[in-house]
């Protein structure tokens, strides 16, 4: 049993706080920026892993171990309950489709998945146009790309 993991809260509750979504920008070297706001509170841009501080770091470990207890207890919090996260892949992967999809379906959430080629990324849309039209279904966009730039 691990002791150095850092404490959890007792127990998750599903306020605004943690149900907060979290908008991936679609453009390449884009730094963090509010887009919106929920509750008082920014949405960020989730660009690259140097967005995320260590205190965000220990508090996604530290929900993460949580949840994972729940969810070995048969526990499911609906904390995504109505959320939509649109997956788009440019290049195939089973692990991380699959990841994605499973926890926001045991979070009380949807997904939606799409090619690049479905999205119209292959050159039939504009990229501020598929970021917009996107954004404006979904609450988390994750992208899967071979590169940090889309041609």
Do not use: C, W
């Not at 993991?5 to 706080?17: G, H, I, K, T, V």
């Not at 499973?102 to 119209?120: C, E, K, R």
């Amino acid at each position: 049993m691990r002791t150095d993991r850092p404490s959890r809260p007792a127990r998750l509750q599903p306020d605004r706080q943690s149900r907060q979504p979290v908008a991936a920008s679609v453009s390449a070297g884009a730094a963090p920026r509010p887009v919106a706001k929920e509750a008082g509170r920014p949405r960020r841009h989730l660009t690259t892993f140097f967005d995320v501080t260590p205190a965000d770091v220990d508090q996604i470990l530290s929900i993460s171990a949580d949840l994972k207890d729940r969810l070995q207890r048969g526990d499911r919090p609906p904390l995504l309950q109505g959320r939509v996260l649109t997956l788009v892949f440019e290049k195939p992967s089973l692990r991380t489709r699959n990841s994605f999809e499973a926890a926001a379906i045991q979070l009380g959430g949807g997904s939606v998945f799409l090619t690049t080629q479905d999205a119209g990324l292959n050159g039939r849309e504009s990229l501020p146009d598929v970021a917009r039209v996107l954004s404006s279904y979904s609450d988390v966009l994750v992208m899967r790309t071979f590169s940090q730039t889309l041609i």
